[in-house]
């Protein structure tokens, strides 16, 4: 039987918050502007960026939010090109990752990172060959629009019964439940449990043991 594990990537597989904060902060700084506290910084990750930008600063025209957008992924960029982009496996998740590929599941990644930027971090971390779909930003409309999962079940040939969505904020439980795939939260990232229960998590991982156990746990379920 198919079964499909499709992971976010920011907060969830790898913990990138320094580096997005700080490049949040440069464009903010280069448009003349105050960037938001980090704690709202962060609580926006997962987001494509101009509906992050949104999210930071309601009052915002679209073009303004497009500005910043750019701006962002400028600042980024130099941080990559300098060698000061430092995206850390969060402990264990490699190991998970090899494991549930010898048992015989599907990978799969839907995050709002760039391609460019889900390549690069994949490849940093030798883990690139464990997925069969990559999905980003890129090409598909913002979280929690399902447009990312659909594609990930269209070109692994899985039905939403034997799909998993595993993420740390309320974008990816939504857009999970918008898809009609089980979505599993985790403790790691930048939104809470309750938030994440809230927006349709079928519970909240708070270690990889953890997190392996619900796997299998869903599988089993809808078997």
Known sequence: MTRLAIFDCDGTLVDGQANVCIAMEEAFAATGMVAPARALIRRAVGLSLPQAMAMLLPESTPLQQDTLAERYRLAFRSQREAGLVYEPLFDGMEALLRHLRADGWTLAVATGKSDRGLA??????????????????????????????????????????????????????????????????????????????????????????????????????RG
């Open 120 to 221: 690069h971090c994949l490849a940093e971390h030798g883990i690139a060959d464990l997925f069969a779909s990559l999905q980003t930003a890129d090409r598909h409309p913002s979280k929690p629009h399902p447009a990312m999962i659909e594609q990930v079940l269209l070109e692994t040939s899985a039905k939403p019964a034997q799909a998993v969505m595993i993420g740390d904020t309320s974008f990816d439980m939504a857009m999970a439940e918008n898809a009609g795939i089980t979505a599993i939260g985790v403790a790691w990232g930048y939104h809470d449990n309750d938030e994440l229960l809230a927006s349709g998590a079928r519970g909240v991982a708070e270690t990889i043991a953890d997190l392996q156990a619900m796997l299998e746990d869903a599988m089993q379920e």
